[in-house]
Nanobody, 127 residues
Framework: QLQLVESGGGSVQPGGSLRLSCVAS????????VGWFRRTPGKEREGVSC????????QFAESVRGRFTIWRDNGNNAVHLQMNNLQPEDTAVYFC????????????????????WGQGTQVTVSS
């Protein structure tokens, strides 16, 4: 059964960068579309970015567009999320997720499109 593990979180100052990784085991991540989400206490879970099985289709939330990038690392059965120019409002627990069979690319920032989730990694941006 597919399992996902996130890593790469930490604490940075505003303007800093982090690279999050989502590594899969128990299956091939290329068989799934992958999304990144974040959750902050008191706020709804937010879809941050998503990437299709082929890696050719990518989407970003408006709040991170131009600052975050996503790509597949098939050799390591992973998907990475590069986060640049981080701001305090990016502080959250970040989760990666693998898609369900009824996944629709145009809805890829919706949590309902995903059936497998990692445990999350904390990102804190503060001065």
């Amino acid at each position: 059964q597919l399992q996902l593990v996130e890593s790469g979180g930490g604490s940075v100052q505003p303007g800093g960068s982090l690279r999050l990784s989502c590594v899969a085991s128990g299956g091939r991540l290329t068989d799934y579309n992958v999304g990144w989400f974040r959750r902050t206490p008191g706020k709804e879970r937010e879809g941050v970015s998503c990437i299709s099985m082929s890696g050719l289709a990518r989407q970003f939330a408006e709040s991170v567009r131009g600052r975050f990038t996503i790509w597949r690392d098939n050799g390591n059965n992973a998907v990475h999320l590069q986060m640049n120019n981080l701001q305090p409002e990016d502080t959250a627990v970040y989760f990666c997720a693998a898609s369900t069979p009824w996944y629709v690319q145009s809805h890829c920032l919706q949590g309902s499109q995903y059936g497998k989730w990692g445990q999350g990694t904390q990102v804190t941006v503060s001065s």
